[in-house]
């Protein structure tokens, strides 16, 4: 053999025009995992594993005349090799490369592109619906703006909501489009079993739950799997509906793609679970707002297994205010007869308390924070989407008013409340609402407010510097005012006080 031939940095076959292989080189013999020697003799298409074209073996179905270039997988080998058929008069070379690494690169620059295209595709529809949502009024409008949305695309066969049913662990569904089959009808008869569907599980943890292929995950009852291979169904993403500690539903998508839910189209789709717990709980805040009248419950707490109520032993505790958080709630308590360090430090131990934070101490008086999670009453609370107006804790007992609008379920609220908590429902009434117009409201704020103020908040207002990103910076605002940076801030810092004095008025009386 021509020691060129050999030591040839690329694979080299030498056959005859009739397809009989002379020789192999060490390079192609690795290349196509043979014995170079033993090939010489065998016909071409032995030494060739199979490939789905069979390229190279059909092109000495006659002798080749003419230089010929192809390029194939060959599936025994995992490998593409390109391969050049070069006439040579009395035999045929064929010079073969491994171009695989060449082909990975552009299959993942493919599916980067693809997958890309898809995430834009899908960023514009969810951005469709977040816009569809500001318009939407009330839950059943929010439930049938997403359910409309997502279900009638090509992109997704069909979506549903759902929510729990107050007062109990029921999962119902509230709307639902697209091509649903027989699929939607086996998942909601498991969910009246109670059965562990992936849309429970979103709602039970808080956190999306992607099921692919949904055929094959044993995780999803019996019934439901053997529908959505009816239906041709593979991808199934279930996203909780939240806003801070309260999850008030789940959008389920559907899909025939396989696997359909990429990381980045998971986070689009957590923004869009996010950002419809906001419409809800706006949607029900703006309720509460324009409510002539409300509703107004009032709880009696008994029992250690409460934080507040096992705090309350020689304290009086009032709550200022309760912020839903992503786990829980913080509670601001104004603190009487004993230290706030004392009722802190009787708390800190308990594993229904995050933490404890001392604001204020003035001998037997102050204030603390509590971080509870979301398994207290006030989390619970919270959850609901009620509005706590007061709540005092004393002498291992306590008091806690709740306001909601007379739209809202007050039955299975209570259900709720005192199903899983050692509270009982001790009054409900509706009342009448005290309004204050929006011009009273600017009307009190701009008598409270000194000139100085006033004109540092409009000033840095309308020049964006609350903006994110700030459109001026504070030495810019300053500028136009004519003063120092330092002052613009105390100015600020005075009138943003004064502003939510006015607002959250009567919460810590």
């Known amino acids: 053999m021509d020691d060129r031939f050999e030591r040839a940095p690329v694979g080299m076959v030498e056959v005859d025009p009739d397809g009989t292989v002379r020789a192999v080189n060490d390079a192609a013999a690795d290349l196509l995992a043979v014995d170079g020697a033993g090939a010489a003799g065998e016909p071409i298409g032995a030494v060739f594993p199979d490939s789905v074209e069979a390229a190279v073996p059909r092109a000495f179905d006659a002798p080749p005349e003419a230089e010929t270039a192809v390029e194939e997988y060959y599936p025994e080998l995992e490998t593409w090799l390109a391969v050049t058929i070069v006439p040579l008069g009395d035999r045929v070379a064929l010079y073969l490369r491994d171009v695989t690494d060449r082909y990975r690169t552009e299959r993942r620059l493919a599916e980067r592109d693809a997958d890309l295209e898809r995430v834009t595709i899908i960023n514009r529809l969810i951005a469709d619906v ?212 004392a009722v802190a430090d009787a708390v800190a131990d308990r594993s229904d308390v995050r933490s404890a934070r001392v604001i204020d101490e003035r001998g037997d008086a102050g204030r603390l924070e509590l971080a509870l999670p979301a398994e207290t009453l006030l989390g619970r609370l919270a959850s609901l989407g009620v509005t706590v107006e007061s709540a005092t804790f004393a002498d291992g007992e306590g008091e806690v008013a709740v306001e909601l609008p007379p739209d809202e379920d007050v039955r ?60 001026s910076s504070a030495a810019e605002v300053a500028e136009a005012l004519d003063i120092t940076a330092p002052t613009l801030l105390h100015h600020l810092r005075a009138g943003q006080a004064k502003l939510l004095g006015e607002f959250l008025a009567g919460e810590r009386e």
């Open 130 to 341: 977040l816009a569809e949502l500001v318009e939407a009024s009330d839950r059943e409008a929010i439930a049938e703006t997403i359910c409309e949305r997502l279900g009638e695309t090509d992109i997704y066969e069909f979506a549903w909501v759902g929510e729990r049913e107050l007062g109990s662990d029921d999962v119902v569904v509230r709307a639902s489009a697209g091509e649903t089959g027989r699929t939607l009808d086996r998942v909601e008869a498991s969910l009246d079993r109670g059965d562990d569907v992936p849309e429970r599980r979103a709602m039970e943890s808080g956190e999306p739950t992607v099921v692919q292929p949904v055929g094959a995950d044993e995780s999803v009852p019996e019934p439901v799997r053997r529908a959505a291979f009816a239906d041709g169904l593979q991808s199934l993403l279930a996203i909780p509906l939240s806003y801070g500690a309260s999850v008030y539903g789940v959008v389920a998508v559907y899909t025939t793609d396989r696997d359909a839910f990429s990381e980045r189209e998971r986070e689009s789709f957590g923004t869009l679970g996010e950002m419809a717990g906001f419409a809800v709980n706006a949607a029900r805040n703006r309720n509460l707002l324009r409510a002539d009248t409300v509703v107004e419950l009032t709880l009696s707490v008994t029992g250690g297994d409460d934080p507040l109520v096992a705090a309350a032993g020689d304290a009086e505790l009032s709550v200022d205010g309760v912020v839903p958080g992503t786990e829980g709630v913080r509670c601001y308590l104004a603190v009487r007869d004993a230290g706030p360090r």
């Open 412 to 471: 299975r609220i209570a259900e709720t409340v005192t199903r899983t908590h050692d509270a009982t429902v001790t009054a409900k009434r509706e009342r009448e609402r005290e309004v204050a117009t929006a011009r009273e409201f600017r009307d009190a704020l701009s008598e409270r407010l000194t000139d100085r103020q006033e004109n540092a908040l409009r000033t840095a207002y309308y020049a964006d510097y609350f903006e994110s990103p700030r459109g």
